[in-house]
């Protein structure tokens, strides 16, 4: 073989080389190129991808198949770069965020956040606060838990057919005991009827032995109906003192006693009406009480005096107006009335404060007016001490107060003794509201209203010519009234007299205070809206040779007619 065609084997034998070696190296680029893509769509597209635990957090970013791949960098990243996420595992990450800076608890906590203090912290926070441990401390329920507890309060509510009202006492009458002997209480509550059954069969069977039979049966009946009315009085007594018993409850009763303090519950229903104090009756035939129906005495409770005092303040802090109200009743009241009274007229005023009242040992009897009125005198002292340890210790901001009857004459001594006791002109009440007093009129005038004005902000009376017991009690004590109207009216200075006659046509006329509405807005506009008789327009003046005074207008009935739209919050 020559030299030249040895020269052109070799450069054919080297460019057959150099053809195989760039052969060999384009067919390396393009499966490493292919195996690339391959495993980039294994990693986005494989069915489980989004249920693995691992490849939950790389799922989500914006992966490099976007970018041209270079073999030297695909290399390197399956190696060094994807440890580096695995911390962010555990939550979706949102589309276009940076692994860095995905917070780990977001999605769980969008809804709650306000509850959850890990929200307040940063997104760029330190790997070990997005741990699971941290997540777990205080889970949230779920929404469909929270919703559901809504639902059965408010069924709770609507399915409840009374309101509990709290009242705060002060009281010196001693505690009863129920009557002992042989046979059960129950049966205590019955032998009135069974007397006047006994009673009158006795006479009916001797009326027929003179053949008067149409007597006999006449008598017969009449002793059969006094048995069903007292029988009922007899059997609802009992049923209060055993409902009593059972919740550990003090029974007061009519004699005297000392000074004691505590808290009751009396239940309003729903269905109560403005002016009324539902109880059972022989009429409607109920023989027992019932908390839908009725205002009943609930529970009755005795406190220590500091324990009754820090619970009266925190009751008065409670209140919107930290106010309270202060009732003292009248003749022939039990204490179980006063209480159902005093929240009765806090329901039907809409009063937001703290409900009180004082009850003094009254017999709770018609013909208790002797004792009744000797007893009005000597609780006067126990009414001062009352009257003050409210004003020292209730913190209230407004103490008003409403007196009624016979309670007038107790709350005037009292009144008599707290002057002596006060600085000159000293404001310790705010509303006085005098309802019907049954206080000797010149008494009253002289020595009672010049000290009242000086410690109330603004005095009321109330009276009426209707009034049957006023007349009664001037006809027993020989001098006009404060609650008449006549020649013996009471109008003076700093006093606003209101002459109810020609509203009130009630048997009696003398409850008219809590039982006639017309007066019970006209209450309401006096204690809850400030009103003064100028700003009351169902109120006219008349001028009498003594003064000044008011009377409702008969033919005004817009503004008076009223039904308590909401109940007291206690």
Known sequence: ??????????????????????????LGIIALGCSSEKSTDTSEDRPDAADAPTEVAVAPENPAPMVEPHPQVIEAQPAEVMPEFQPMRMAPAAPGSTPRMQPMVVP???????SQPMSAQPQAAEPKSLQPQAVEVAPEPAPSEMQAIEPATEEVNADQTFDMVEVFYGTDRAVMVWPGGILPAKYHALLPAATCVLLGVAVALALTKFQQFLLAGLSF????????????????????????????SVVYGKEQGNLQLGTCQVSIPKSHQAGELESPSIVRLEFAENQTDHVMLMEVHSEEEQAFLDMLKQRVDESPDKDLLIFIHGYNVTFEDAARRTAQIAHDLEFKGVPVFYSWPSQG????????????????????????????????????????SMGNRAFGAAVESLAKDLQQNQKIFNEVIL???????????????????????????????????????????????AGDVGAGLVVLN??????????????????????????????????????????????????????????????????LTRVPTSVPLR
């Open 108 to 114: 769980q906590m969008s809804r709650f956040s306000e």
């Open 1 to 26: 073989m020559t030299k030249r065609s040895r020269s052109e084997s070799i450069a054919s034998r080297r460019l057959s080389d150099r053809f195989n070696v760039a052969l060999l190296m384009l």
């Open 494 to 559: 700093g006093i606003d007299t209101i002459d109810v006659t020609q509203i009130d046509t009630s048997l009696l006329g003398h409850a008219y205070y809590g039982d006639n509405t017309k007066v019970i807005s006209d209450i309401y506009a006096l204690m809850q809206k400030h009103r003064l008789p100028t700003q009351r327009a169902w109120l006219r003046d008349m001028t009498s040779p003594v003064g000044m005074y008011w009377y409702f207008d008969p033919q005004y009935t817009e503004s």
């Open 221 to 248: 009946m009449a002793a059969l109906s006094g048995a069903v009315v007292v029988g009922q009085e007899g059997w609802v007594q009992y049923q209060k003192y055993d409902r009593f018993l059972s919740s550990d």
């Open 435 to 481: 309802a019907a007093p049954d206080v000797d009129a010149r008494v009253f005038k002289d020595e009672i209203a010049p000290k009242l004005t000086s410690m109330a902000q603004h005095v009321t009376l109330y009276a009426s010519q209707n009034d049957k017991a006023l007349l009664a009690s001037r006809a027993v004590n020989g001098y006009p009234r």
């Open 365 to 404: 009897e018609l013909l208790g007016y002797v004792t009744d009125r000797k007893n009005s005198f000597w609780t006067s002292s126990h009414l001062k001490e009352f009257l003050l340890k409210i004003h020292q210790h209730s913190g209230a901001q407004a103490v008003h107060l409403i007196a009624h």
